[in-house]
């Protein structure tokens, strides 16, 4: 299949994400015959060839969707071999990388091919990424699922330490941007460098610790790089608050507006309200009483006065977590150069 040509009916031989939750999610390789248990009861392969990617499938105890995968999907999705980078980094790093079709990335490590999907779409159809993975099995596993994903035309997985050796010498100088995801990458900065095209390129490193991007930047200010920043992705949760405040002054006697039970209860209302009244319009006659006690309610028990607690104004508050912390993200350029001088 090409995972990023879309195609509406299921076949055999691709891939489809199980959908049970947004927390649980797998995908399955489409083969006559087997079946997949999932706690909902059993998928039968045969039952799914020929069904839409989107459509629902019923089990014996409940249902799951068929999907179409994509890089976001798969990030959830796929079997973790390594620690993962997930889409608010990645989208992150698609857009400082500036990738466009055609362009050509190097990439270490591969792990669980995470970040590689999202990089080749970035540059698919005409692009190519070439990804370095130390660990043999890691490295064979991912290029199995990119022939599986219909990429090996655009993804090159080498098994190679990145640190020692680089990129193959085929790619010098062939890269418009590069990416580490190591646990020593200054250990590599000169094999970036070696990668990039003397047009100058791109870079961006993933690191967990504050002080392997310290060594880091020091490594790529020493090689000539420019424009240098870390960025943190972190998750924020975001409270929404509705407080009530005194009436604001509008040049109108609320305490009068009250009396005659037309006090406006929303303050984005209270222009066009008074505005409506200077116009000459009659003040709506509101039932105050049954209001009240819904005003009672909303400022929580507490005996204020309508005129006084009138004005609502609902505030999202972002608290910061360290909950989302996965890692920092360090982008560079390189500038042009004359490798000759
Ligand atoms: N970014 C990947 C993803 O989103 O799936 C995860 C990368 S994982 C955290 C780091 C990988 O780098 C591991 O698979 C590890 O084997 C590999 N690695 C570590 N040092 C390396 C080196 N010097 N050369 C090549 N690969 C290396």
Redesign the pocket.
């Known amino acids: 299949m090409g995972f990023f040509e879309f195609r509406d009916t299921i076949q055999e031989n691709d891939t489809v994400i199980i959908y049970i939750s947004n927390d649980d999610l797998f995908p399955i390789t489409v083969k006559k015959g087997e079946v997949k248990q999932t706690k909902f009861g059993a998928i039968k392969h045969n039952e799914i060839i020929g069904k839409k990617f989107g459509s629902r499938y019923d089990c014996a105890r409940g249902y799951v969707f068929l999907l179409f995968p994509n890089p976001e999907i798969w990030?959830l999705a796929?079997p973790h071999?390594?620690?993962?980078?997930y889409t608010p980094d990645?989208s992150r790093i698609v857009f400082e990388l500036g990738l466009s079709n055609g362009k050509v990335v190097c990439?270490?490590?591969?792990?669980?091919?995470?970040?590689?999907h999202a990089l080749t779409r970035g540059i698919y159809p005409a692009g190519h990424l070439h990804t370095?993975?130390?660990?043999e099995e890691?490295s064979k596993k991912a290029r199995q699922e990119f022939e599986d994903h219909g990429l090996s035309k655009n993804i090159t997985v080498y098994h190679?330490?990145?640190?020692?050796e680089g990129w193959p010498a085929e790619v010098d100088h062939k890269a418009d941007a590069v990416f580490l995801?190591?646990?020593?990458p200054y250990?590599?900065i000169e094999h970036v460098k070696r990668a990039l095209k003397l047009e100058g390129g791109e870079f961006c490193n993933?690191s967990p610790c504050i002080e392997q991007v310290q060594e880091t930047c020091v490594k790529l200010r020493e090689k000539g790089f420019t424009n240098i920043k870390t960025i943190e992705c972190i998750n924020s949760q975001t409270t929404v608050k509705t407080s009530h405040f005194p009436m604001p002054d509008f040049g109108v006697d609320y305490k009068d507006l009250e009396a005659a039970g037309v006090m406006p209860t929303n303050c984005e209302k209270i222009g066009t309200y008074v505005k409506r009244l200077e116009k000459g319009a009659k003040p709506k006659t509101r039932n105050l009483k049954e209001e009240d006690e819904k005003a009672e309610n909303a400022v929580e028990k507490e005996e204020l006065k309508l005129s006084e607690c009138n004005f609502v104004v609902k505030s999202a508050l972002a608290k910061r977590s360290q909950y989302g912390h996965t890692g920092y993200l360090t982008f560079a350029r390189l500038p042009p150069r004359d490798e000759s001088l």
């Open positions: 990030t796929l071999r390594t620690q993962i980078l990645i990439e270490s490590g591969t792990g669980s091919g995470s970040l590689s370095v993975e130390f660990h890691r190679r330490d990145v640190c020692a995801d190591i646990p020593a250990k590599a993933f």
